[in-house]
């Protein structure tokens, strides 16, 4: 409910309203539901979960839970600022903006490394083994976080990135390295946590997860680093020594030759991504293909 109540700002502005509000109203849905909203969903989901398995204290979720729902709501709306350079904010505004940005992804980050902290002491231990594979889908939820809406979302927040970098390839790098690492993995671990409880005597194939893992993982790392980022590199040194205009421009874009390579060289990461989500298909279809002996119950049941 609450992130469609914060796409209805986009019915504010029209095709003829002055870019500085349209700039203002767009972002202002991007930002709240996504680098805000769904920040606080996340963190309180995992930690959730987290608690519940013994990974990490009550005090630590809740703490986190916490820390994510007030930099939201205290945060989310100057938060928003960061976005607004072309709409003739001022400097300070903007600063502000990139401040609150990056601290969002704070709770979530120090939830997943107290969660792997505790998971490398009691991996061990039996009642691990069966939740293996989605929590390590959650703690790679934690990584992209600090990876990809961190260090590559503050990549392009502060306002020297935004004078040079506004709409160039970095700004995808971050949104593929954000979205599906934080939300694709966590919808992922989630999905094998319903697995589980549905088909509680299942034994997930160790060489498709691992596969199925890695391969995702390995297949994003390559979209980033050997297209996208390489790509919003170049534009930044043709935005900082020609302008900003030729750097988006279809001439150079279209026209530069190892920019359309490394558009080719993309298809690599393409392919070993698509073969991790057919091993992920596979074991899922797999699981719900397994038959459960009459006596069988659910985890919850068992604990």
Do not use: C
């Amino acid at each position: 409910a609450a992130i469609g109540l914060l796409y209805a700002p986009a019915l504010v502005y029209g095709e003829h309203t002055h870019i500085s509000i349209m700039e203002y109203w767009r972002w202002w849905v991007v930002h709240l539901w996504v680098e805000g909203f769904f920040e606080v969903f996340a963190t309180t989901a995992v930690g959730f979960i987290f608690y519940n398995l013994g990974m990490v204290s009550k005090r630590a979720a809740t703490t986190a839970a916490l820390l994510a729902a007030m930099l939201f709501m205290i945060g989310g709306i100057p938060g928003t600022f960061h976005h607004l350079y072309f709409a003739g904010t001022t400097t300070p505004i903007l600063a502000i903006g990139a401040m609150f940005s990056a601290l969002e992804v704070v709770p979530l980050v120090l939830l997943g490394y107290d969660a792997f902290e505790n998971w490398t002491i009691q991996h061990k231990s039996e009642w691990m083994k069966p939740m293996r594979w989605p929590l390590t889908f959650f703690i790679a939820v934690s990584f992209w976080n600090m990876l990809g809406a961190g260090v590559f979302g503050f990549l392009i927040n502060p306002p020297i990135s935004l004078y040079y970098l506004q709409g160039l390839n970095t700004t995808p790098n971050h949104g593929h390295a954000a979205l599906f690492g934080v939300y694709g993995f966590l919808a992922l671990g989630f999905v094998l946590m319903v697995l589980r409880y549905i088909r509680p005597t299942m034994q997930m194939n160790s060489k498709l997860m691992f596969s199925a893992f890695w391969l995702l993982n390995l297949g994003l790392a390559l979209m980033l680093f050997t297209s996208l980022l390489p790509i919003g590199i170049i534009q930044a040194h043709a935005a900082i020594n020609e302008g900003l205009w030729w750097a988006r421009s279809a001439e150079f874009t279209e026209q530069t030759p190892i920019i359309h390579t490394l558009r080719w060289v993309r298809t690599i990461g393409d392919v070993v991504f698509i073969l991790g989500a057919v091993a992920f298909g596979a074991q899922i279809v797999k699981g719900l293909l397994h038959k459960e002996p009459a006596d069988a119950t659910t985890p919850t049941a068992q604990s």
